[in-house]
């Protein structure tokens, strides 16, 4: 492995690393081979690539892990349908 490499592959690739509801966000560009390693890493966990090519690790649980970005789609969605001008008791623009 060569220095190049080491420093493009997962951990030492993430750009940054955060904790999202409980998971794990490794942001960078990673593939399949990152998953595999992250499954190795956390024994019963579940890995995943999102849309944007970031490594989410997720607590052990049953069937596949959700993107944290989809969740926060769905609750962005749900407030904004909450959050209508008739819901608030105003008028519609």
């Known amino acids: 492995m060569t220095p190049d490499v080491l ?3 997962w951990p030492t690739g993430a750009w940054k690393t955060e904790i999202i509801d409980g998971s ?9 081979r ?8 956390y024994p019963g966990r579940r890995a995943l690539i999102n849309r944007t090519g970031a490594l989410e690790v997720h607590p052990a ?16 969605a749900t407030y904004d349908v909450q959050q209508t001008p008739s819901s608030c008791g105003g008028k519609p623009a």
């Open 61 to 76: 649980g049953p069937g596949a892990a959700r993107s944290v970005l989809d969740r926060a789609d769905e609750a962005s």
């Open 24 to 32: 794990l966000y490794f942001y960078g560009d990673f593939d399949q």
């Open 34 to 41: 990152d998953v595999a390693a992250a499954q190795r890493t």
């Open 7 to 9: 420093l493009a592959r």
